[in-house]
């Protein structure tokens, strides 16, 4: 049972206060409004002496009730105005303003969700920021000892060339000790023929010699 069984006729008005008394207020059914309207005004034109005294009072009413309400005079109304079908394709005021109200509400929601959302991105960012803050202490010491090696790659690279630069001149100073290394060596071979060919010799005239006191 709620607010809205009592408008509808299914309960006593007392018997709705009781039930809705602490909840939350009942949205208006645009079709109950359009209903009582509807009867409210066709009961005002079938009492003609009515009409001319109520007819003002109800145009300020429905003024407040609807948004698109036309102001016109009560005799004016046909109808087709003042049909239950009529009155439903008019917009409540009761309807915007709860419309805002939840699109408010709707806000409000999505904009505590992108703050928890936040705080939890925050919180997720805190051990990220930490560890990028000790790869960057990381990658600092990284750039010293690349600095390092390229200087002892640079020095290895000057001795190498120092080294390089005094083999070039050793080549050079050693050629002429090399030109001579080589005379001497085709001077011992000759001398080595010479004595080769003076063996050679002294062995036949020592077998000559014995072939002679052989005779004698």
């Known amino acids: 049972m709620d607010w809205s069984a009592y408008r509808a ?3 006593s008005r007392q018997a709705a206060f009781a039930e809705s008394a602490g909840a939350e207020p009942v949205p208006r059914d645009p079709l109950l409004a359009a209903r009582a309207g509807s009867l409210l005004l066709r009961a005002t034109r079938c009492l003609p002496g009515l009409q001319a005294m109520l007819g003002p009072l109800l145009q300020e009413l429905f003024e407040c009730v609807y ?3 036309p102001s016109q005079l009560m005799e004016e109304f046909t109808e087709a105005d003042i049909a239950v079908d009529s009155l439903t ?3 409540l005021y009761c309807s915007l303003l709860g419309g805002h109200q939840a699109q408010a509400k709707k806000n409000a929601t999505l904009a505590e969700a992108a703050r928890a959302e936040v705080e939890t991105v925050r919180s997720q960012l805190t051990p990220l920021e930490a560890a990028l803050t000790e790869e960057r202490c990381g990658a600092g ?3 010293k000892l690349v600095a390092m090696e390229q ?3 640079a020095e ?3 001795k190498v060339t120092k080294v390089e630069e005094e083999f070039a001149r050793f080549k050079v100073d050693i050629r002429p000790a090399i030109q001579d290394l ?3 060596r085709l001077q011992e071979e000759y001398r080595s023929s010479e004595i080769h060919a003076l063996m050679i010799e002294n062995q036949e005239k020592a077998h000559i ?4 006191q052989v005779r004698v």
């Open 209 to 212: 010699i014995k072939e002679l």
């Open 156 to 158: 290895a690279e000057s």
């Open 67 to 69: 948004c698109d309400w």
């Open 151 to 153: 200087t002892a790659r």
């Open 182 to 184: 080589g005379d001497l």
């Open 9 to 11: 006729g299914r309960c």
């Open 89 to 91: 394709k008019r917009t």
């Open 141 to 143: 010491e990284l750039r």
